[in-house]
């Protein structure tokens, strides 16, 4: 494959603050009519003044020593002037020189299966700007309508380095930098548009692009693979790549040219005098000391505290929920086990239906992980009753088991079956002893006739197998 | 003033009084006030008349300038650009005012966003010197002035950028302070250059000054720059012995009128005859002052500027193109030749390439002007010299020939850029034409600049005068 170098402007939405970054409206403007969350602070309307919610910045450190930063001394903020109608008062305050965090890495794993530090330039603080709808598509609209309930929302903008590989390399870091903002507790990803990336992207030995305003990770890992195949192409074409910005329309799923560099812009960068310096050095220590354990630190932990193996460890900690979930159930059930059936049936089935972990219990996982180490279930009954719950047939492992008669009790019906099928079918042990292992495939059969059909299948085959292993 | 109008309010009415200053505004040919906010003040004037209450300015009218915004009332800053903008918010110093119960009158002419000198490059065209109707009365709180010094309003506020109260103070004979930066909240105030400007009082006495700044100094956590804790005025200390007075200087000589420099030596020599002593002292950065004022004063005004678009209030004209397109031309319309001008060289001293080479070097100055403030406020108390070098001039003399205005405002601008406090008293005439003397002081230290603002004002009768056209 080509090479291909990406890096990644993030900017993350800190939607689990109060208020916004320069004023007190509340964040809390999903489901509110346009333009009802604003004020004259965050409508700029003229005379008005910005005051820095410090809860913000307090946010951004977090974030910042979390991605292994060094954080400023002294930060300062600055006016990024441009005209656009989402922004009200023609420049928005951001930082330049002397932003919050720089110089920082977060460890990824590597399409050639192995873990890397990704760099990190830099994180700075911005205010959003409005939200634009346009009628129909953005190259398109006949008109353009503007939401300023947005506007001002505190925005941390991660710049990683140019050391991404592939478009499921890209993937994967933000999956992590989504995992570690979730831990920290200043970000719910769950929000519309609470986390948008430009994705700078060139292959060797050509110009870049920048895709601009990408939501979704999904929508990322798609515009990377379509701005591969164009450049690709362009390049077999002996076309040059210019320099631009794109956009990335998620239904043609291509990326349109928007402005090329000739038409770029001067921002004119100056300090921003309504708010002064803020010294923040003194503000770290304590930051520090109350972080809570990384996704990383976690999954060391779980692996030696629970003698995990990695996998399960991984799979458990990306999302701080799952890890708490699991946690909380460990502490009532034998931790191995727990693992296994979380990260390998509980997280499967959740996915396959669209739903989060919020919705299980715990009180629930651990009982049936208890069962299955006391030998009162199946592995089968139990899985049985984990999509019973989910689904909303039954309203516990108890009562399910007792229901659907997947319990002990029948368990030992099986399992005489299973020794009398075996005793009655001299000629198919034969068979299998000799090699065939298709004779299983009768007893299992005699079993099932025995039991009228409830014993599950694959359960019984073990069963068959392992009784006949014994003689 | 103040004080005593306040009595005649409580043993008159002040209905009355409110309805003759109308009924003279009406006949005024000052082109002082821009709009008069006649229902809502009468009234709260009859409500005083009836329940005067506790309040300490209660009753008495004052004139804001076009650019503080008032709840209500509409706030253009003179410009065509933000006509029939109408603020759903008062500033700060609007709240302070009504919490003490002053009755907002009317907003009075400016230069257009501030921009100015003389109150001319207004939208509303120039306002006029009520010592002479030819003259310019200053700006760019031109209306303030004249209206406070030929007796439309009792007291006014304006907004001084590189000395827009001080200048029009001088030229229309009132005083005029501007505070330390951040001592007053700039909360609703319209911005032109926010790391320069702070909002004062225009009044006839030094007393009212002291009084306004009573109601509208002290922290506002809406404004970041703004100080903390309460400081008080009144009452003001009076004499000035054993105060050390510098004179700087770079403020006299070459550029001055020669009957200001006397005029001005002639206050200097009052203040010794009244027990202050003086030395002369150097403020040797004064000659770049002029030169990085602008720059950053275009610089932050092109980025303060750049919200009037026309989308969300302020002009629009008939059909919408596109975006790039309309906001250029509602722009291109609704801004005046001054305040275009100083957009684009602002824009340009911002640029990629030009930042360094302006923007950057005008700080250093800046600093360097702080520290020669600095270095001379540790050998004296005050500073004092002429406001502006020359009386009021005659209007269009100057207008095309922006940089002979610019150069005027040389004794003014660096008290902004070192963010001290300095106010303009009346101290005598060029020719019929009022003079002003400065008095510069330390950070913070109004109460030093008032004393000898004050004690200077009860040893003469210059305040006393009013021009004939009242």
Partial sequence: MEDVIIGLEIHVQLNRLRSKMFCGCSTDYHNSEPNSHTCPVCLGLPGSLPVLNKKAVEFGIKV?????????EETLFYRKNYYYPDLPKGFQISQYDFPLATRGHIMILGDDGVERDIRINRAHMEEDPGRLVHAGTIDRAKYTMVDYNRCGMPLLEVVTEPDLRSPKEARAFLDKLKSILEYLEVFDGSLEGSMRVDANISLKGGDRTEIKNISGFKGVEKALSYEITRQKNMQRRNIKVVQETRHFDEIRNITVSIRSKVGAHDYRYFPECDLVGLRIASWVPAIKAALPELPDAKRKRFVEQYNLSDDHAKSLTSEIKVANFYEAVAARAPPKLAAVWIADVLKGELNYRGRTIDGFSQEHMAGIVNMLAEGKITEDGAVQVIRDLLDGRGSSPDEIVKSKGLGKAEDDAVQKAVREAVAESADAVADYKAGSERALNFIVGVVMKKTRGKASPGEVHRLVKAEVEKI | MLMELREQLLSGSAEDYLSKLFLKIERSSLNGFTSLARESALQQAREFDKNPGKGRLAGVPIAIKECISTKGIETNCSSNILRGYIPPYDAHVIQQLKAEGAIIMGKTNMDEFAMGSSTETSCFGPTRNPWDLDCVPGGSSGGSAAVVAGGEAPCALGSDTGGSVRCPASFCGIVGLKPTYGLVSRYGLIAYANSLEQIGPLTRTVEDTALLMEVIAGHDERDTTSAEGKRSYLPIKEG?????????????????????????????????????????????HTKHALAAYYVIAMSEASSNLARFDGLRYGLRLGEDKDWHTTFSDIRAKGFGPEAKRRILLGTYALSAGYYGRYYLKALKVRTLIKEDFLRAFKDVDLLAGPTMPIPAFRIGERINDPLSLYLADVFTVPINLAGVPAISVPCGFAGHLPVGLQLIG?????????????????ATFFHEKMPEVI
């Fill in chain 2, 240 to 284: 000035v012995s054993g105060l050390k007075i510098g004179i700087p200087r770079e403020y006299f000589g070459e550029g001055v009128n020669k009957e200001v420099e006397r005029a001005v030596w002639d206050a200097i020599n009052t203040l010794e005859g009244l027990g202050a002593t003086w030395k002369e002292v150097s403020l040797p």
């Fill in chain 2, 442 to 458: 330390r950070h913070f230290d109004e109460a030093t600049v008032l004393q000898a603002a004050h004690t200077f004002e009860k």
């Fill in chain 1, 64 to 72: 910042g020593l979390a991605l292994n930063c060094t954080i400023e």
